[in-house]
């Protein structure tokens, strides 16, 4: 068994672990630090259940190693609120039914959140093609894309002086 | 404002969007084992030695389970559609002497983490001796194809048989008779989580307790009760977080009894957490029907006769669903139609590939796409307008209640009311039928393929027979509801929480539920065939009212007034006109015990309700499409759904429900299936081969009328069930539109999906017979 230290930041927070050099990402947050927020759809990238942000990209965290992320920073669904309060994305999932069984949620969330702040006013077809490469079984996606047009506009009104 | 009706933001949200929702995978204990099952990668071969030498000698492997640890363990018996002499083709947890499907359990391994235990299935060594293998239901019951369970004799585990009148007299006196072979693939639920459990035993107390149960744990409690010989009593069934049910998770399978029975034995807690490519081989699959189905008009297109033979592939064991799945196309194939002589016969056969059960919609989308299909067929050969000849056959709502002449599920099929013309009218308003037209005229002329379809569909909802509910105020003043019904992600928390809030005078914010735990509510039948609301909600009604009765029982005799004096606020009860004199529910609650000499004790109660028959909701898909004749890809421009529920508890879950609903139906019309070889080798065992639909596919618009025109007489609140209808019209209204829009090049549609390269071919082949 091949181990590794790895020194992270993770949804701000720094920390140090010892990993085998096999372990997923995924698995790394799930188990090691028991985020488990994070899901895992399909473990062969397709999915999108266990999208992650790392460095502020939205990556799949199934077809990463834990090992990888020596020095990188990393931002889970646990990382979103703040506190009790939702942030507006989140809201707006709550506000326009963007969710059923919530099992691809997280990875809608970040994808989206990922989106939002590269673009923060898309259109319909930029919501669409960003969640293109995520599934879920449940919503038929269309509160989905809503959701995020509607979180787009409230950050944008909540910026506005 | 009442709570029933409204659009109320649903309680289970909160965790959910912030992951603090546990599903299966996310439970913990100290001391955690992790199990993998060794599955067979062949199709059909005899079992021979199975050698865990290897396997055991690696680090961190505690266990290798086979057939022959088991003992005399029994087979997974139907909870549904059983059939006497089925019971030989009943599947068992592991494999003895034969393995009859790739993915068949073979062993089970377990270790102190899930990379371990797949380390060692790497290095386990089984000998098999293959066997030839079916894998196409129509080549099995050929003579001389390979038999797969000797007992059954051939591979025909059962035919099932449905009579109304005299359907070949009647077809032999039809002015016009259209016959077609029509059929749909092989496919499935495939919820984004996969299935996981995680069972604990308590060698002082003898208490076995499971985690990650769905949809069925009273039921599934009894069951794993009985095979592993355990007292009922000393079994706890505990549901987590659904990542998606649509009727594939919950069910019985082999892994439910290998997970406790390991933990049980090794002293040790055990969980076992499926992967996709094993929920791919090794859930239910569904839905692959072939039909000959052939159906007779008179002078004035008025239906006389419907016949249809269909054979329904089971795969190599029949699972808990039994044969209900063509039980329930038999018996709504007729759908919203008026037809006096029908027969089916149902050949249910078994082939060498994973077994079946039942998926949205069961035995619906198949047959819904049969009729619909024919009836655009028919009205071709007929030279009327397709809308027409439904409007012509459609049973009237001074007809209801109306026997269809079939029967599934133990009871006659009764439709309770309806209004199918409405139904139709309302989907056509919504897609904007007539501009629609125009608009495929004017595209038409520019050389584009544009079609329009629609497919009717009548589904079944709130499958009794019974469900509880036990409605508490505790001593702190919270309203708790304890349902039988379990989640599958619907949202049931929130519609069960608001019918008991108009009941109590309380937001349903304020509410808590607790189901799918068999410690916490005793007695359940659980969360599908769209039963939630008909038959869950009543039952949570009519505890609310028995607890409404006693909180003014008790506040009038602590506040010394007459009930009728008494006015129930937020929480609280207090006498007309006199806010101060005034009791809470804390109050009451306490008081309650035992409370006035002539009630029973306690501020609870709890109600069995009960659903002799079965309600029939109803509505009709309307499609507008576009093909692509040179590649063969379908997109969906516009499409529409109108659903008579009788009354939505809460519009914003039901038009979820419709939505995500249609997404599987596109799923199915389009792009998934299940495809195996001939040696009966599964080949979609990824997302990559089984194509999921993404936002890409979905249509461009999508309009959804919730009708709620008639409401059942069979429960007090009148509502339905929305949880299929969404699905089951979607293959026929697609195929109809694909159909519509390939008219000009004479392409015929007789089968699902219809993928880009099977239409591609079917283009081509009627441009070459051309
Ligand atoms: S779990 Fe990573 S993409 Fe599916
Ligand atoms: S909400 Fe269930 S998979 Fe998306």
Redesign the pocket.
């Known amino acids: 068994m091949i181990e590794r230290t790895v020194r992270v930041t993770v949804n701000g927070r720094r920390v140090e672990k010892t990993v085998e050099v096999r372990k997923t990402l995924a698995d790394f947050l799930r188990d090691d630090l028991d985020l488990t927020g994070t899901h895992l759809?399909c473990e062969h990238g397709v999915c999108g259940?266990c999208t992650v942000i790392v460095d502020g990209a939205a990556v799949r965290s199934c077809l990463l190693f834990a090992a990888q992320m020596d020095g990188h920073e990393i931002e889970t669904v646990e990382g979103l609120a703040n506190g009790e309060t939702l942030d507006p994305l989140q809201e707006a999932f709550r506000e326009h039914h963007?969710?059923?069984?919530?099992?691809?949620?997280p990875g809608?969330l970040m994808t989206l959140t990922c989106l939002l702040r590269e673009c923060p006013n898309p259109s319909d077809a930029q919501v669409r093609e960003a969640i293109s490469g995520n599934?879920?079984?449940?919503?038929g996606y269309r509160n989905?894309v809503t959701a995020a047009l509607t979180a787009a506009r409230s950050r944008a009104a909540s910026a506005r002086p | 404002m009442p709570a029933i009706g409204r659009s109320v933001r649903r309680l289970e949200d909160r965790r959910?969007l912030t992951g603090r929702g546990k599903y299966a995978a996310d439970f913990r204990l100290p001391g955690l084992l992790h199990g993998a099952v060794l599955r067979s990668p062949h199709a059909h071969a005899r079992l021979g030695e199975i050698r865990s030498k290897a396997a055991l000698a690696l680090p961190g492997v505690v266990a290798v389970v086979t057939f022959d640890d088991l003992g005399d363990v029994g087979r997974i018996p139907t909870r549904l559609g059983h059939q006497a002499g089925n019971v030989v083709c009943l599947q068992r947890p592991l494999a003895s002497e034969k393995v009859r499907y790739v993915g068949e359990p073979v062993a089970f391994v377990v270790a102190e983490s899930r990379y371990l235990a797949e380390d060692a299935l790497d290095v386990m060594e089984v000998d098999y001796e293959p066997l030839p293998a079916v894998a196409d239901a129509r080549r099995s019951v050929e003579a001389g194809t390979p038999v797969l369970h000797d007992a059954v004799g051939g591979n025909v585990a059962t035919t099932l048989h449905t009579r109304k009148g005299d359907a070949t007299a009647a077809m032999a006196a039809a002015h016009v008779r259209v016959r077609e072979r029509l059929a749909v693939q092989r496919h499935t639920g495939i919820?984004?989580?996969t299935r996981g459990l995680t069972a604990a035993f308590d060698a002082g107390t003898g208490m076995l307790r499971l985690w990650g149960v769905a949809k069925i744990p009273h039921f599934n409690r009894r069951v794993l009760a009985d095979l592993l010989g355990h007292p009922e009593h000393l079994i706890q069934f505990t549901e987590l977080e659904v990542?998606?049910g649509f009727g594939v998770r919950g069910e019985f399978y082999p892994e439910d009894f290998l997970v406790p029975w390991s933990a049980k034995r090794l002293g040790r807690p055990v969980q076992w957490i499926e992967d996709r490519r094993e929920h791919l081989m090794a859930a239910n699959h569904s839905r692959q029907q072939y039909h000959d189905v052939e159906i007779g008009f008179d002078r004035d297109g008025r239906i006389v006769a419907l016949v249809d033979h269909f054979m329904v592939d089971l795969g190599g064991y029949i699972r808990t669903h039994g044969v209900v799945v063509p039980e329930l196309t038999a018996a709504l194939l007729p759908g919203p139609y008026r037809i006096p002589h029908y027969t089916a016969e149902a050949r249910c056969v078994l082939t060498n590939k994973t077994p079946t059960g039942t998926y949205r919609g069961p035995g619906r989308y198949e047959g819904t796409f049969v009729r619909e299909r024919l009836m655009d067929i028919a009205a071709r050969k007929l030279g009327v307008d397709p809308l027409e000849l439904r409007r012509r056959n459609f049973i009237t709502p001074d007809e209801m209640p109306y026997d269809v002449g079939g029967g599934a599920l133990a009871q006659r099929t009764v439709y309770d009311c309806g209004d199918y013309a409405s139904a139709l009218d309302k989907a056509l308003a919504a897609l904007d039928y007539e501009s629609a037209r125009r608009e495929q005229a004017e595209a038409r002329r520019q050389g584009r393929s544009i079609g329009i379809g629609v497919g009717f569909l009548v589904e079944k909802a709130g499958l009794g027979p019974w469900e509880y509910a036990r409605v508490e105020i505790d001593a702190t003043g919270h309203v708790v509801v304890y349902s039988g019904v379990a989640s599958v992600?619907q949202g049931i928390e929130t519609t069960l929480a608001q019918v008991c809030a108009d009941e109590l005078n309380v937001s349903p914010e304020k509410i808590t539920v607790v189901h799918g735990d068999s410690a916490r509510v005793p007695f359940g039948v659980g969360g599908f065939a769209s039963r939630g609301a008909s038959v869950a909600l009543p039952a949570a009604l009519e505890a609310a009212r028995k607890v409404r009765a006693k909180i003014f029982r008790v506040a009038s005799t602590l506040l010394e007034a007459a009930a009728d004096d008494l006015v129930l606020d937020d929480g609280a009860v207090h006498v007309r006109g006199v806010p101060d004199r005034r009791v809470t529910f804390r109050e009451l609650a306490r008081a309650a015990v035992p409370g006035p000499p002539d009630m029973e004790p306690g501020l609870y109660a709890a109600h069995f309700f009960e659903a002799p028959m079965m309600t029939y909701p109803y509505g009709c898909h309307a499609a507008v499409v576009e093909v692509d004749v040179a590649t063969g890809t379908v997109k969906i421009l516009k499409y529409a759904i109108a659903y008579d529920i009788g009354k939505a508890i809460n519009p914003m879950i039901v038009e979820g429900q419709l939505v995500?609903a249609l997404a599987q139906g596109i799923g199915g019309a389009l792009l998934e299936e299940l495809v195996y070889d001939e040696q009966g080798q599964l080949l979609t065992t990824t997302f990559m081969e089984y194509l999921v639909p993404t936002v890409m596919e979905m249509p461009e618009s999508t309009e959804v009328r919730i009708l709620e025109e008639t409401p059942t007489p069979l429960n007090p609140l009148g509502v339905k069930g929305a949880g299929e209808g969404g699905s089951s019209g979607c293959g026929a209204a697609v195929a109809n539109a694909v159909a519509d829009a390939l008219a000009p090049l004479g392409v015929s549609i007789t089968a699902l999906p219809l993928s880009p390269d099977r239409l591609s071919a079917l283009i081509r082949a009627a441009g070459d017979s051309r």
Do not use: D
């Open positions: 759809g259940a963007g969710l059923q069984c919530g099992f691809c949620t809608f599934l879920c079984r449940c919503t989905i | 959910l919820p984004m989580e990542g998606g992600g995500g």
